[in-house]
């Protein structure tokens, strides 16, 4: 299955990282190889497994080789693309669990409405995690993770947006994932 290649990829980069890399390396890619794990534990579909997974994979290793230093607005994408992509599944999770209602199954716009403000909103607030996470990162563990105003500020918008475009996806598409055999 991709999203297991995905996760494949992910354990190699951990043993990259433990043989060639520093500590918060090795952190770092740990916490990447549990959340590429989370899609596989849903059983979402493939595209959001592999698109999750690698995502997170690539940022990881955008973080070791400099490429947010070399290409400036690769920050945000990924901050984008990444809360966006994990917003999905918190969305996928809260429809799942009947948090809010399925937007397939509503006879009204109510429903749709839901998902949209749920995943949004869910979004934001790892979004402002993450924030804290990279700050904590810098204060305690290594002053080259990049923070200040204009960076958070503008990774929280990042954020925000890539939440919102996952809410009117889930909203307007479903969120019935197939689960895999």
Not at 115 to 129: N, P, R, W
Not at 130 to 159: K, M, P, Q, S
């Amino acid at each position: 299955m991709p999203g297991d290649a995905v996760r494949a990829g992910a354990a190699a980069s951990l043993l990259l990282a433990v043989v060639g890399l520093d500590p918060v390396a090795v952190a770092l890619f740990l916490l990447v190889l549990g959340g590429t794990m989370v899609p596989r534990a849903l059983g979402v579909a493939t595209p959001l497994d592999v698109a999750y997974g690698g995502t997170l994979v690539v940022a990881a290793w955008a973080a070791q080789l400099d490429w947010y230093q070399a290409v400036p607005w690769l920050d945000l994408a990924v901050h984008a693309a990444c809360t966006g992509l994990i917003a999905a599944l918190a969305g996928v999770l809260l429809v799942r669990t009947r948090v809010v209602p399925d937007p397939r199954a509503a006879r009204t716009g109510r429903a749709r409405a839901g998902v949209l403000v749920a995943t949004t909103g869910t979004g934001a607030v790892l979004a402002i995690l993450w924030e804290i996470g990279e700050w904590a990162g810098h204060t305690f563990l290594d002053d080259r993770i990049g923070v200040g105003y204009a960076d958070t500020v503008t990774d929280l918008a990042a954020g925000l947006l890539g939440s919102l475009v996952a809410g009117v996806v889930l909203a307007l598409a479903g969120t019935r994932a197939r689960v895999r055999a």
